[in-house]
């Protein structure tokens, strides 16, 4: 058994370190030792408010990570004790009474126990990446991920509803691609960083007519309209600033009820429709530690605060209550 620390959350979303045990690694697996995880502002407290749901109270959030490689168990073959690592999930934990915890999916922890060879499991480092900022690799990967499904193509307009840090990362890649990009947000320090990642266009939707300030760029309406904020009523909103033929990326997470559409709005503006999921796997992975170890993507600018685990409940506690100077979150274990 292996004896670690957790970030736990119960069901009157209150968040504390708490000791948990771990499995040790069986065949197929591979225990980690947490550096780094990072924090998912938005995925993160839908769960803990039971916005969505993965599994009963008590939780341990975290779905991101990088770490040392500590044990492997039997058929593994491509891992060692001492590699370095980034990681997406933790298998399963107990608190120290043997209260089940649902891991959703578990990396705000000390250690990781995991299968490395699967679509959520753990790959090397890439040479040069920084432990720190690669923590967070998911939340660019998914906005790289909806970027290549709908590709939209160099000169392009393309409007990023929500500059989170999934909005970031698709500013980043939508930049990287040559596209004429419109950052929308009513935080102006979030539009700020969205400038920092190449945003051609700033609005600040809470003192400016989004539509109005969109078609002064583009006149007939956006070729690409990726709407990030995961709220369900910024949706139609969003599908009035597609042109006619224009595409509209679903980049958020709106929840597990249904979702009202404007269907004539859509319908007569022939759109076409995506519903990126998850990250991209590997290649996306991947592909954003790269570039954040040869410094094409500057993510280190997404980072608002740094913190050890033991501050992480009282910053918890801050972001619940809805504070908005807080964005991009890494948790150091060591």
């Known amino acids: 058994m292996i004896k670690a620390r957790a970030l736990i959350c119960d069901e009157q979303q209150n968040v504390a370190i708490r000791e948990v045990d771990l499995p040790e690694p069986g065949d197929g697996q591979i225990s980690i030792r947490t550096v780094y995880s990072g924090v998912s502002i938005g995925t993160e407290f839908a769960l803990i408010r039971n916005k969505i749901s993965w599994g009963p109270y ?15 168990g039997a058929g593994i073959t491509n891992f060692k004790a001492g590699d370095k690592v980034y990681f997406r999930a933790n298998a399963a934990m107990t608190l120290a009474d043997g209260t089940s915890v649902s891991c959703v999916s578990g990396t705000h922890c000390s250690h990781v126990v995991i299968a490395p060879n699967t ?3 753990a790959d090397h480092m890439p040479d040069g990446a920084p432990m720190d900022v690669a923590s967070m690799f998911t939340l660019p990967a998914v906005g790289l991920y909806g970027v290549d499904m709908a590709g939209p193509k160099m000169g392009q307009v393309v ?18 691609r040559g596209c004429v990009v419109i950052a929308v947000d009513v935080n102006p320090k979030q539009l700020a960083t969205a400038k920092t990642f190449g945003a051609d266009y700033l609005i600040d939707a809470a003192k400016q007519n989004v539509n109005d300030e969109v078609r002064a760029v583009a006149a007939e309406g956006a070729d690409a309209v990726f709407e990030s904020t995961g709220i369900p009523a910024c949706i139609n909103p969003a ?4 042109r006619t033929g ?4 679903w980049q958020g997470n709106y929840g597990n009820a249904p979702v009202t559409l404007n269907f004539m709005a859509a319908h007569g503006r022939c759109l076409r429709m995506f519903f990126p999921c998850d990250d991209g796997w590997q290649p996306c992975r991947r592909a954003v530690i790269k570039n954040m170890a040869d410094g094409t993507l500057k993510w280190d600018r997404a980072i608002t605060h740094r913190i050890s685990y033991q501050d992480a409940p009282v910053l918890y506690d801050r972001i619940n209550q809805g504070d908005k100077d807080i964005t991009g979150v890494i948790i150091k274990w060591e």
């Open 119 to 121: 679509t959520h499991g």
């Open 239 to 242: 599908i009035a600033l597609c």
């Open 58 to 72: 008590p939780l341990c959030t975290g779905y991101m990570g990088t770490g040392i490689v500590e044990k492997v």
């Open 159 to 176: 409007v990023v509803n929500g500059c989170g840090l999934i909005g970031l990362g698709v500013i980043a890649a939508c930049s990287h």
């Open 246 to 249: 224009g595409s509209l990326i």
